[in-house]
């Protein structure tokens, strides 16, 4: 993929005459190629573009007219924005207050209030648009806050909840039950733990098994092992791709430091093979299979959908096509393939990913769902890649411990989540279940379609994102219609909705009413104005100039 940062594709043709002389800068310019176009395909230079970014934010006048907005739409908005601020002062007055006490003390908290919407609109949100982040109980697919409000939950708890919050309850007691007489003693083990490593390499068809708490700590597990094994340096991950926070994973925004022992790369593309086919120094390639919905692009959180191009689609022969082709190159020159499963892994299949795409992989990941809703990261993997010491140099060995790794707690609500699993009866659960979701985004998509409103939805099987059909500079507005609806999604908004598989046609009927409801509101209100011209270019190219006067005028 040719780059088209006029910086880069100016370095990168220079070196390319070069080139055949000069076979490390040949191999340097292939991996500038390999890179994908965008800034998440360029850590160092996101990093750097995040630092001149300057903060601004609109005033009253312009807040609802940035856009160019007659003064009656502006009016519109207004009236609508401040309608839904009544509405939410009336709804979690118990919510809000509890919410902006914690977040002056929750750093967490702090950070996602902060980051629901894109930051030139975010101060005018955090005080009047704040809910609740307090929840009192859940049944079902709804959770009730602690005002009493009872909502959908399209939350899916960052991707735990796949088989519905009282399934893990029953995990949950079950595991406390079991667990109770050793109670929380470390060290060695309870013995379900000899059950779950069973399951767990019959599920991977992988050989050995390693507990971690987090999926953070599995993907830092799994890669310090590929590099101690074939004694390279290098991971390869796929641009927007996301592992968990640890640094050699997120190379870019987000970590002040440079990852220096990180190549991200573009996927889906032939130039990332033929770097993996001529480089020396990669120990493993990272795949996260959730990025077959929107491939080199990051996380899409409402907090970066500044106009309406987010993309979307999921193209499940294309990518499973391309897994195939890294399944080949990474047998060719010995590179350790890993699947980061942490996410899609037990959502897509009973096998995971690897089942799903019919690829397999030398090590896997897991975590999120797989404890039954209590945390945990395992790394799942072929035995001469999981083993940490040689036979013939006793010293050099490859270090992983962790204080709550086999917590007996988590090990028997692991239990209780595989042996269900297990069972014929459940797995019918996965029956149709693309065909499932398929329908109802298809079905979503006409409801929107006939009543003209600009939303339109991509999914991976039950993990949904939402897109925005004309150019808008308002499209974050949604969450917050879409929240007074009864229908809760988490910080990221709308980005990501997940839905758990306990969804019921009509469960799915009443989220989908809502949903339309939520828009055809937003658009009465003025929301979704445009004069006809605008295009998201425009919208982008505004905005840059907006950051430019704000720098130079410092
Ligand atoms: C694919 C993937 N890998 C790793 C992680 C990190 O897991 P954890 O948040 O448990 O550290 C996540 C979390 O969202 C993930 O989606």
């Known amino acids: 993929m040719e780059t088209t940062l006029p910086i880069l594709s100016m370095s990168v043709a220079a070196a390319a005459s070069a080139a055949a002389v000069f076979p490390k800068i040949k191999a340097r310019v292939e991996l500038s190629r390999a890179k994908h176009r965008s800034l998440a395909g360029h850590s160092k230079m996101s990093r750097r573009v995040a630092k001149l970014l300057p903060f601004y934010e609109f005033g009253e006048n312009d807040y609802f007219a940035c856009d160019g907005a007659p003064a009656n739409i502006a009016t519109q908005r207004k009236d609508g924005f401040f309608r839904l601020a009544a509405l939410y002062a009336e709804r979690y007055p118990k919510g809000r207050a509890t919410t902006k006490e914690a977040a002056d003390k929750i750093s967490d908290l702090n950070f996602t209030e902060s980051y629901r919407v894109p930051f030139q609109f975010s101060r005018l949100v955090r005080e009047h648009l704040g809910t609740s982040t307090f929840v ?159 491939p080199n692009a990051n996380a899409p959180g409402d907090s970066a959908l500044v106009d309406s191009s987010r993309g979307g689609n999921f193209d499940r022969a294309a990518y499973t096509e391309w897994l195939k082709k890294l399944r080949e190159v990474c047998d060719q020159r010995g590179i350790v393939l890993i699947f980061d499963e942490v996410f899609v892994g037990f959502r897509l299949a009973a096998g995971g990913a690897q089942e799903y795409f019919g690829v397999k992989a030398d090590m896997v990941t897991y975590g999120k769902s797989l404890a039954g809703g209590l945390p945990v990261g395992v790394v799942c993997g072929r035995r001469e890649l999981m083993r940490r010491f040689r036979d013939d140099r006793p010293a050099d060995i490859c270090f992983a411990r962790g204080t709550f790794n086999s917590h007996p707690y988590v090990m028997t609500a692991m239990d209780e989540f595989l042996s269900r699993l297990a069972s014929p009866n459940f797995l019918a659960i996965y029956d149709g279940l693309e065909e499932t979701w398929n329908g109802r985004a298809q079905k979503l998509n006409r409801m929107m379609e006939d009543a003209d409103l600009p939303v339109r939805f991509a999914n991976f099987s039950s993990i949904w994102t939402v897109k925005y059909t004309t150019p808008s500079r308002y499209n974050w507005m949604l969450q917050y219609y879409l929240r007074a609806e009864g229908l809760a999604l988490s910080w990221v908004g709308t980005g990501r909705l997940i839905f758990s598989l306990n969804y019921t046609d009509a469960d799915f009927a009443e989220v989908a009413e809502r949903f339309v409801r939520a828009a055809a509101k937003m658009k009465a209100d003025g929301f979704w104005w445009h004069d006809g011209a605008l295009t998201n270019k425009q919208i982008k190219r505004q905005i840059l100039k907006e950051m430019l006067s704000r720098r130079l005028a410092r």
């Open 136 to 294: 009192a109980s859940s049944s079902g697919v709804t959770v009730t806050d602690v005002d009493g409000n009872t909502s959908y939950d399209l939350t899916g708890s960052y991707g735990v909840n796949i088989f519905g919050n009282d399934f893990y309850k029953e995990c949950i007691e079950g595991a406390e039950r079991r667990a109770h007489a050793l109670g929380p003693v470390l060290g060695p083990y309870h013995p379900v733990i000899l059950d779950n490593v069973q399951r767990l390499c019959r599920i991977s068809g992988l050989d050995e098994v390693s507990f971690h708490m987090s999926g953070t700590e599995a993907v830092m597990q799994a890669v310090r092992l590929a590099r101690y094994h074939t004694g390279r340096t290098h991971l390869v991950r796929f641009a927007g791709a996301y592992h968990g926070w640890w640094g050699d994973v997120q190379p870019g925004v987000g970590n002040p430091i440079p990852a220096h022992e990180t190549y991200t790369l573009a996927e889906m593309s032939e130039k990332t093979l033929r770097v993996l086919r001529t480089r020396k120094d990669i120990a493993c390639v990272l795949v996260n299979p959730l990025q077959g919905l929107h």
